[in-house]
Every structure is written in structure tokens, then in C-alpha cells.
Antibody, heavy 112, light 107 residues
Framework: EGQLLESGGGLVQPGGSLRLSCVASGFTFSIYDMGWVRQSPGKGLEWVSTISGRGDSTYYADSVRGRFTISRDNSKNTLYLQMNSLRDEDTAVYYC?????WGQGTQVTISS | EIVMTQSPATLSVSPGERATLSCRAS??????LAWYQQKPGQAPRLLVI???TRATGIPARFSGSGSGTEFTLTISSLQSEDFAVYYCQQYYNWPRTFGQGTKVEIK
């Protein structure tokens, strides 16, 4: 069974940027689509973005398209999410997922 | 966008009883449906993929069924550790979408 460990969350002012990372272990990272799902306080799960195994295809929710960029480094078994122009409504726990594995999440808080 | 609708929003069940959770898709997703369990303060836990295949380590009391637009997750005999929120998710096309969740609570 694979493991995913997220990092990079924190408190940022509106309009700011953050870069999330997710390190994978215990499965063949490079063959799986990988993605991010978020959960706002007290709310349900919202898919954010996915990248193909080779990194040549990316998909985004309308709510983040143009502001967030997903990428991966298969040599480091690492997934990234660059988040720019952050808004209050981006406040959430961000989960890394892929290969039917999920991380424990990293908290992102947008507040002035 | 495919809209996933779960019912009921809350299900009150006594331990040992059967729980039946429903998930409906606004258009066919074939069998590209997953079920997740989430407890407070924890990450979602994968229960079922392909609408009916239990994930590794998931007890046999959890079973998924359905295809197309109608899906069911059945918990045959609720244990204390099963009280949680359950989500369905389609992975048939983009964007991936989740249902709003069903909370299974102790009656």
C-alpha cells in the first residue's frame, strides 16, 4: 500500500501564493495519474486538479483554472501544486491522491 | 459536468443493522464510480472502486453495486467504527465530481 505525504500548507494573505508538495512512496508513482482534492471547513470533497503519469496532460476545476498549476517530478516521486492569486474561498485542507492512495492533507488558510 | 447526488443526507442506524446509501449520476458514468469513508479529522478512506470492487483491506460487510446512473453502497451489519460520512465520486470524465455525502449516525 502506498503512502503520500503533503507539505507546504500555511497561512497566506489574499492574492498571495503557496506551493504544495506531495512525496509518494510504496507504489510506482510514475504510472499513475496524480491529483489534488480539497475540503473547505465543514464542507464536502472538491476535486481540484489531476496530472497524467507522464505529466503531459493536466486537468483543472473551473474554480482554480488559470490560478493553480499542477506538476510532477517522477525522478523524485513528487507531485506539486503551485497556487497563485489565492482567495478566501481557497481555504481548505488539500489532499494529495493517486494510485487509489490518499495523503493526510495539508491546511491552507487564506486570510488577511 | 456530471452532478452526483447522494441520498439520504443523514442516515440513522442502530449497530448491527443494515445501511443502504444511494448515489445518482446526472448522466451515465458506466462503472467508473468510487466510494469513500471519512471520519472527523481524517483523510477519506477508499472503500470501493469500479462501482463494486472492494479496495484492499476493506471488510466484506461493505458492498457496492450499480452501473450507469444508479449506485448503492450497502453496509450489511453496522459496526461502531462505521459511523462516518460516505462520499461517492465519478471518474468517468472531467471534471471529477463528488456527491455531497451521506452521514451515517448512531440511532
Amino acid at each position: 500500500e502506498g503512502q503520500l505525504l503533503e507539505s507546504g500548507g500555511g497561512l497566506v494573505q489574499p492574492g498571495g501564493s503557496l506551493r504544495l508538495s506531495c512525496v509518494a512512496s510504496g507504489f510506482t508513482f510514475s504510472i499513475y495519474d496524480m491529483g489534488w482534492v480539497r475540503q473547505s471547513p465543514g464542507k464536502g470533497l472538491e476535486w481540484v486538479s489531476t496530472i497524467s503519469g507522464r505529466g503531459d496532460s493536466t486537468y483543472y476545476a473551473d474554480s482554480v483554472r488559470g490560478r493553480f498549476t499542477i506538476s510532477r517530478d517522477n525522478s523524485k516521486n513528487t507531485l506539486y501544486l503551485q497556487m497563485n492569486s489565492l482567495r478566501d474561498e481557497d481555504t481548505a485542507v488539500y489532499y494529495c491522491e493517486g494510485g487509489w492512495n490518499w495523503g493526510q492533507g495539508t491546511q491552507v488558510t487564506i486570510s488577511s | 459536468e456530471i452532478v452526483m447526488t447522494q441520498s439520504p443526507a443523514t442516515l440513522s442506524v442502530s449497530p448491527g443493522e443494515r445501511a443502504t446509501l444511494s448515489c445518482r449520476a446526472s448522466q451515465s458514468v458506466s462503472s467508473n464510480l468510487a466510494w469513500y469513508q471519512q471520519k472527523p479529522g481524517q483523510a477519506p478512506r477508499l472503500l470501493v472502486i469500479g462501482a463494486s470492487t472492494r479496495a484492499t483491506g476493506i471488510p466484506a460487510r461493505f458492498s457496492g453495486s450499480g452501473s450507469g446512473t444508479e449506485f448503492t453502497l450497502t453496509i450489511s451489519s453496522l459496526q461502531s467504527e462505521d459511523f462516518a460520512v460516505y462520499y461517492c465520486q465519478q471518474y468517468y470524465n472531467w471534471p471529477r465530481t463528488f456527491g455531497q455525502g451521506t452521514k451515517v449516525e448512531i440511532k
